[in-house]
């Protein structure tokens, strides 16, 4: 069975998007099966693949409100080498429409229970709010990874995010845990990023990732070539971190079975 994935922050700009790319395709040089889902109506992990989003027909729209079946949905990222349920403006829409829907926070778990026995990991990139979509990949994953910046307003927005899991765990999906805090735009050199580092180290122990994601310029122009870091340029410190935290991953899921 695959193991689901939300990546969420309501925060933006932490890196949700480049984690869910680079982690996907990071997991795919392990030779695991892979299908990243991108929630966001903005379409960044879509174009980040390599696919565009205004010429794809159909959308995780389609799979949230038209109860399309993801395998007829998904298309395969030859810059990635994952499959991804693409995403564009589409999606927006249904943010609303799925408030009339019967079942609503259970349109994507209900469409990935098909799926699940495909993939080794299903990751989900969430839009950086919480919307009936976040819901949906809360209510349909196993594990919640949250990328941040080690700032000060990040805290701040920490405590509200573990305030909605907590909710999500008591409300839908009691099965939901937190897998990891991975520190983002990381750089030693900071003062406050070195605080707020050791503050989350206490907080959370273990479930802070020890691998950290460091500003990278390949990083920040992989998305605008279609491609990972990975691919853009395997040997730059961004795709060299995505490929620790997948091997990092891999070593706590064998050591949790």
Sequence with gaps: MGKILAVTNQKGG???????????????????????????????????????????????????VLDTPIAEVSVYSKNCGYDIVPSNADVTAAEVELLSIEGKEFRLRDA???????????????????????????????GVIIPMQCEYYALEGLSALLDTISQIQQVLNPKLKIEGLLRTMYDPRNGLTNDVSQQLSEH????????????????AEAPSHGLPALHYDKQSKGALSYLALAGEMLRRADKDS
Excluded at 29 to 49: C, E, F, R
Excluded at 128 to 139: D, G, K, Q
Aim: include cysteine; proline fraction near 4%.
């Design 14 to 64: 932490v890196g949700k998007t480049t984690t869910c790319v680079n982690l996907a395709a990071s997991l795919v040089a392990t030779k695991k099966k892979v299908l990243l889902i991108d929630l966001d109506p903005q379409g960044n992990a879509t174009m980040g693949s390599g696919i565009d989003k205004n010429t794809v027909e159909t959308s995780v729209y389609d799979v949230l």
């Design 204 to 219: 959370f122990g273990n479930k802070v990732y020890r691998t950290v994601i460091p500003r990278n310029i390949r990083l």
């Design 112 to 142: 990935l229970a098909i799926e699940q026995t495909e993939y080794d990991y299903i990751i989900i990139d969430c839009p950086p709010s919480l919307n009936m979509l976040t819901v949906n990949a809360l209510a349909a994953a196993q």
